[in-house]
């Protein structure tokens, strides 16, 4: 027999119909998986043990003066203060106390080792911080700031988690408190030794300086243009002086020749017109005739005597010593004169010797001339103008001797400032260093002294408690009810995966069963379209096993009943309260 074409195009897509086929085969097995994951769920929210859980909210209030009056030395943001303030918290040191102090975990402190513990207390500890949207008062751009953080702890009692959630709580604010001040107190501390540091710095660089300024002896770059001004003032003064020299000099030449050709002393003249010599002039021909008389006379003679006695008197008058030089050149005269007339007349000719006679008289005055000389002869002039002039001549004389010193002077001063210009250049360097230095040094001096006057205001708004601070708004407080686990979600998940697992079964089921039960099977198998279709029909076995199914089905049926009524006792209203409200709406009493 053919098959018809009808058999080629014939629909393998699983309808309805096949649908419940599978479930009303499988429905054993469906039942069986769903009642298998729905107690799994069941025993596992009855028997999780609960967890509660309480909490504190801890507000992050600004500082109570205005931050454009005094600023905060403490820079960082609240999320990483708080992140430092959890760090130090959560040591190992801080709590291990506080698991001492509340004897936490005691079944697992006898058998876990101390690692194992904290990190347990660490998990149970919740910190979390709350943001919000606002407003950078720097950049005026909406931003998220920390606002509040929260503190949570896990227990499996209600009064152990609000304790240990407490001392958590004054752990974080006391530790903030703390950590504020060590950090605006170590700021000031760092501050005052960094001033301290800089000057010392600072009076070491100052005495390196007077050295060098000592040893620089006025030769320092910043004296350069006094230096310069000096110098040509100097060289001005000395040019002024150098004329006024000259002039004096021409002065005084002057003055020399006029007072060469004015006589010092005025004759004197008697009523006859006669010529009065003075006591000088007596004295100077008393000894210029004294040799002739010595020579013609012997030394005890009368006129000779006389002679001696009136030229000492007239030295006494005069105070003028004998003339030592007029002498010698009366006796170079003398002497000559001998030795002419000795070779023209002969040496016994009364000329030669009365000329041997005058050589030894005044060789002999000589020697009393040198004995007796101590200063020259002082002549007191007589004549007016001889006098005017050499007043003139000795103060051109005075003026000359103070503006040649004067010169010396000036010359010197320009000479020493010529060096000094000449050694800034070499000195420049040197000196440069030194002065950037310190005024570097003293700049940053005077930064760090201000930052130091803002630190330890910011300190005194951190001790006080006026700065940015954590406020506890909520205090933790005793749980009413297990924060885990929430057990209507354990059951509700339980359900979905019994139905999951019960589909999922029923398909594995099917998938694996190769038993042909529809005539689309037999014809994806023979390639061929049957041409009847004939019913199955039970025996009394089969009746007897479908009895038996059914007993089974009631019986689950009513047990999935009574798990539904003790979930719903557990979970959700009490049965006797359910009851009651029954009755009170039927109007039952």
């Not at 004015?262 to 004759?267: A, D, E, L, M």
């Not at 954590?470 to 359900?495: M, T």
């Amino acid at each position: 027999m053919s098959i018809p074409q009808e058999t080629s195009a014939l629909n393998t897509t699983p309808n309805l119909h096949e649908f419940l086929n599978i479930f009303h085969r499988r429905r054993t097995l469906i039942l069986l998986v769903m009642m298998c994951f729905v107690g799994l769920s069941t025993t596992a929210a009855i028997v999780w043990s609960p967890t509660f859980k309480s909490t504190a909210t801890i507000l992050i209030e600004e500082q109570e003066v205005p931050a454009e009056l005094v600023h905060s030395t403490i820079t960082s943001y609240a999320d990483q203060r708080i992140e430092m303030i959890k760090q130090q918290v959560m040591s190992r040191p801080s709590l291990w106390k506080v698991v001492e102090q509340y004897d936490l975990y005691p079944e697992m402190r006898k058998e876990s080792p101390t690692e194992g513990i904290i990190k347990r207390f660490i998990k149970d500890i919740e910190v979390e911080v709350i943001n919000a949207d606002v407003i950078d008062k720097r950049t005026q751009h909406a931003t998220k700031a920390t606002i509040a953080f929260t503190v949570s702890y896990n227990s499996r009692t209600a009064e152990t988690a609000q304790r240990v959630a407490n001392e958590l709580t004054s752990l974080f604010l006391g530790e903030n408190l703390k950590s504020r001040e060590r950090q605006a107190q170590e700021t000031t501390t760092f501050l005052k030794q960094e001033a301290e540091s800089l000057a010392a710095h600072i009076e070491e660089v100052e005495a390196k300086l007077a050295t060098f300024k000592q040893r620089a002896a006025g030769a320092l770059p910043e004296l350069m243009p006094l230096n310069l001004q000096m110098m040509n003032q100097s060289d001005r003064e000395l040019m002024d002086l150098d004329q006024q020299i000259r002039s004096l000099e021409e002065r005084k030449s002057y003055l020399d020749g006029e007072l060469a050709t004015i006589k010092p002393n005025t004759p004197i003249l008697s009523v006859t017109g006669e010529r009065i010599l003075d006591s000088v002039e007596r004295l100077r021909g008393l000894r210029a005739e004294y040799p002739g008389v010595a020579a013609n006379l012997s030394s005890d003679h009368p006129d000779v005597i006389k002679m001696k006695q009136e030229i000492s008197a007239l030295e006494r008058e005069t105070g003028a010593n004998p003339e030592t030089e007029e002498v010698a050149k009366q006796l170079i005269d003398a002497r000559a004169r001998q030795a002419t007339l000795a070779d023209r007349l002969g040496e016994n000719h009364p000329d030669v010797l009365q000329t041997q006679r005058t050589i030894v008289a005044l060789e002999r005055e000589l020697r009393r001339i040198g004995t007796g000389a101590g200063n020259k002869p002082m002549q007191r002039p007589e004549n007016p103008a001889y006098i005017n002039i050499q007043a003139q001549l000795n103060s051109v004389n005075s003026s000359l001797q103070a503006l040649k010193t004067s010169r010396t002077t000036v010359k010197q001063r320009l000479q020493d400032y010529a060096k000094r210009i000449e050694r800034t250049p070499v000195l420049e360097p040197d000196y440069l260093t030194l002065a950037r230095d310190r005024d570097t040094s003293s700049q940053k001096y005077q930064d760090i002294r201000s930052r130091l006057l803002e630190a330890k205001v910011s300190e005194g708004l951190e001790v006080q408690r006026k700065g940015e601070r954590f406020s506890l708004i909520d205090p933790p407080g005793l749980p009413e009810s297990p924060e885990k686990p929430n057990r209507k979600a354990i059951v509700l998940l339980g359900v979905i995966l019994a139905m999951a697992g019960g589909a999922g079964a029923a398909a594995l089921a099917e998938h694996l069963d190769h038993s042909i039960r529809t005539p689309e099977q037999l014809v994806r198998v023979t390639q061929a379209f049957p041409l009847a279709v004939i019913p199955y029909m039970p025996n009394k076995a089969d009746v007897g096993r479908a009895l038996r199914r059914r007993g089974r089905i009631r019986m689950a049926g009513l047990g999935a009943v009574a798990v539904l009524l003790l979930l719903c006792h557990l979970f959700w209203t009490p049965l006797d309260v359910i009851w009651f409200a029954t009755l009170r709406k039927f109007g039952v009493e």
